[in-house]
T-cell receptor, first 113, second 116 residues
C-alpha cells in the first residue's frame, strides 16, 4: 500500500477557476511535507515545503495546508492559468526511514481555456 | 533548471546491453540522487550520494551501479538492461541534504529509457 495517496488522479478545470488537490499519508512520524509541480517532459519543481508544525504555506497562487492530526494535506490553486496544467506531486519525508522522501503518484491537472 | 543537466534525453537500447545515464550539476551540491518514475507510481529512489566517493542504496538499487568521482557528476549505469528498467530516470541534487532538513531537491529534466 502506498504510504502517500493523492486524489483525484486527474482533474480538468476551466481557466480562472480554483481547484484543490488532496494528499493523504500514513507516514509517521514525518519531518516535512512537500508539494512539487511537474510539467510534461520536465523534472519536478518545488512549490512548498511544510514542517509538521506548520498549517499553511503559500507560493503565489498556490496554497498548501497541512493537518498532521488527520494526516492530510491539500494544495489549493487560485485563479488557474493554462500554465498550471501539470502533474502535482505530494512528498512526505519519513523520519522513521532516515528522512527518506516518499512520493505520491501525483494528480494530473489540465486547465482548459 | 540549467544547473542540473541529464543526458541523453532519450535512449533506446536492447536487453542485456550496458547503458550509462549522465548527470551533471553546476551548484557544487553535496547530495545527488537518482530516481525512476513509472506510470501510476511515485518516484522511487535508486541510489544517492552524500559527497564524492560516497554512495548508498535507495529503495530499488538492483541492476544499477553508480559512481561519484567528482562532486559535479553522478552517472547511473545499467549493467545489463532489462525490460523492467524501461522508465524515466531523474537525477536530483540538494544542499546540504533534503533527507534531514527542509532543503529543496532540484531535478534534472529526465532521461526517457526504453529497453526493447
Amino acid at each position: 500500500k502506498n504510504q502517500v495517496e493523492q486524489s483525484p488522479q486527474s482533474l480538468i478545470i476551466l481557466e480562472g477557476k480554483n481547484c484543490t488537490l488532496q494528499c493523504n499519508y500514513t507516514v509517521s512520524p514525518f519531518s516535512n511535507l512537500r508539494w512539487y509541480k511537474q510539467d510534461t517532459g520536465r523534472g519536478p519543481v518545488s512549490l512548498t515545503i511544510m514542517t509538521f508544525s506548520e498549517n499553511t504555506k503559500s507560493n503565489g497562487r498556490y496554497t498548501a495546508t497541512l493537518d498532521a492530526d488527520t494526516k492530510q494535506s491539500s494544495l489549493h490553486i487560485t485563479a488557474s492559468q493554462l500554465s498550471d496544467s501539470a502533474s502535482y506531486i505530494c512528498v512526505v519525508s519519513a523520519e522513521e526511514y532516515g528522512n527518506k522522501l516518499v512520493f505520491g503518484a501525483g494528480t494530473i491537472l489540465r486547465v482548459k481555456s | 533548471d540549467a544547473g542540473i543537466t541529464q543526458s541523453p534525453r532519450y535512449k533506446i537500447t536492447e536487453t542485456g546491453r550496458q547503458v550509462t545515464l549522465m548527470c551533471h550539476q553546476t551548484w557544487s551540491h553535496s547530495y545527488m540522487f537518482w530516481y525512476r518514475q513509472d506510470l501510476g507510481h511515485g518516484l522511487r529512489l535508486i541510489y544517492y550520494s552524500a559527497a564524492a566517493d560516497i554512495t548508498d542504496k535507495g529503495e530499488v538499487p538492483d541492476g544499477y551501479v553508480v559512481s561519484r568521482s567528482k562532486t559535479e557528476n553522478f552517472p547511473l549505469t545499467l549493467e545489463s538492461a532489462t525490460r523492467s528498467q524501461t522508465s524515466v530516470y531523474f537525477c536530483a541534487s540538494s544542499e546540504p541534504t533534503s533527507l534531514r532538513s527542509n532543503e529543496k531537491l532540484f531535478f534534472g529534466s529526465g532521461t526517457q529509457l526504453s529497453v526493447l
